[in-house]
């Protein structure tokens, strides 16, 4: 009996072959059928096989091997392990020289070499390869064997899981979110490279340290009582909002979610995640600035714009009065667009220079304006009473803001405008205007 090991066969298979001695023919025909097992074996099997001669030129190949490499027995024969065609590369992507393969090494050491090689075929593709070669007697010319897989498909499932982890790694340290384990004592057990790289902190440096401290002293009765509300009850969620201060030693917003997970035993902690807010909330708050800014520009824009159209409308009309009662009139009607939100009156020049009567006149039949009681008859200057100024117009009692606007037609002095607040206080810009 003959037992035969073929460890390259998936699964490994043993055959084992046995011959009745007794008569020269049933030996000629066991030797036969054991010959012709062995080459259907070597055809079957999904392992490539190669037999090379002690100078690497390639004796024979199987069916498996053919199919893996791409090419036919006739074009492998008489070919070596060294020959460029192969244009063979390492797992790192840098070139395989010929004489570092296995079946080389192997026939140079006498051990079992094995290696990872990709193999492009003759229509470019790329084929991965596990080898492994191993003499095939003892003697330093004895031919060696090499026998492959094809593992194409879990090298690039490998190198598309290597690249996915990178990926990962990459976004986790951009990251402005972090994750703490916490114990039943809300000691910290672990935390993620993020959260590390977001404290300023070595990561291996963390654990042990009590949670609660991470937080502003004035905040931690807070953060305690959030997760105390955690260790209630298995699988209880809490969230909060903490500064912390970084390494740096800048303060950084964080909003925290926990959820209690001492009862799996997977995980068997404290899960926290933080989310970093700070440049959320300052983004934020640049925004709501520029927003009330861009509020307050549109609304002084509207302003200007609704006093230049006041002002031309009643240059406009200023042009085609006639009499002056007219052109009272007008300016009476337009102090409500020129000043809004602000109690204007307007005294006209009577007979005499010395007063002035109020425009249009009340009820009661009058109301006169000494024009010595006011800075701005007097200088014929526009007078703003408050505002730091010392002077007070006799008329308007001395008290308040008010603003005296003299009106001056053709040179000659034709009344006044009195302003003071209303509905709001009187715009010193309007006034000086």
């Not at 030996?27 to 001669?53: E, F, N, T, W």
């Not at 791409?70 to 063979?88: C, F, H, K, Y």
């Not at 790289?197 to 002293?217: C, N």
């Not at 708050?285 to 302003?303: M, N, Y």
Request: glycine share 10%; charged share 20%; aromatic share 4%.
């Amino acid at each position: 009996a003959r037992i035969y090991h073929l460890p390259d066969s998936t699964p490994p298979l043993v055959a084992v072959s046995m011959v009745d001695l007794s008569d020269d023919a049933a030996l000629a025909q066991a030797l036969d059928a054991r010959q012709s097992v062995a080459a259907a074996l070597l055809r079957k099997l999904p392992v490539g096989l190669v037999v090379q001669a002690a100078d690497g030129r390639i004796l024979h190949a199987n069916d498996a091997a053919q199919a893996i490499l791409g090419l036919t027995m006739d074009q492998m024969v008489g070919r070596t392990s060294i020959a460029p065609r192969w244009r063979s590369i390492r797992g790192d992507g840098s070139p395989f020289p010929g004489s570092a393969h296995p079946a080389m090494r192997a026939l140079r050491s006498g051990q079992v070499e094995r290696d990872l090689m990709g193999v492009h075929k003759p229509d470019g593709s790329l084929t991965w390869i596990d080898v492994e070669a191993g003499r095939l007697g003892d003697a330093p010319g004895s031919p060696v064997y090499a026998s492959f897989v094809d593992v194409t498909r879990a090298r690039e499932a490998e190198v598309g899981l290597t690249a996915a982890l990178a990926r990962q790694a990459t976004l986790g340290s951009l990251s402005s979110e972090g994750m703490v384990t916490l114990g039943p004592d809300l000691a910290i057990v672990s935390v993620s490279g993020s959260m590390a790289r977001l404290l300023g902190r070595p990561e291996a440096l963390l654990p042990g340290e009590p949670f609660v401290e991470w937080a502003l002293p004035e905040e931690r009765a807070a953060v305690r009582k959030a997760l105390e509300e955690l260790l209630a009850f298995r699988g209880a969620r809490s969230s909060w909002g903490m500064a912390i201060r970084i390494a740096t030693g800048h303060l950084r917003q964080f909003e925290c979610r926990g959820i209690n997970l001492l009862g799996d035993p997977t995980v068997a902690a404290v899960v926290v995640s933080l989310r970093d807010l700070t440049d959320q909330r300052r983004a934020e708050a640049a925004l709501q600035q520029a927003k009330v800014q861009l509020e307050h520009q549109l609304e002084e824009l509207s302003r200007e714009r609704s006093a230049d159209m006041a002002l031309g409308q009643l240059a406009e009309l200023v042009q085609h009065c006639a009499p002056p009662t007219q052109l009272h009139d007008v300016i009476v009607g337009s102090l409500g667009a020129l000043l809004p939100g602000v109690r204007a009156s307007l005294y006209v020049r009577g007979e005499e220079a010395v007063e002035f009567w109020r425009h249009p006149a009340p009820p009661d039949g009058g109301e006169f304006l000494p024009a010595e009681s006011c800075w701005a008859l007097r200088t014929q200057r526009t007078h703003v009473q408050g505002a730091g100024s010392p002077l007070r117009c006799e008329h308007l009692g001395g008290a308040g803001d008010a603003a005296c606007l003299p009106l001056v037609v053709g040179g000659r002095l034709a009344g006044v405008i009195v302003a003071q607040p209303g509905e709001s206080p009187l715009p010193a810009a309007a006034a000086q205007d």
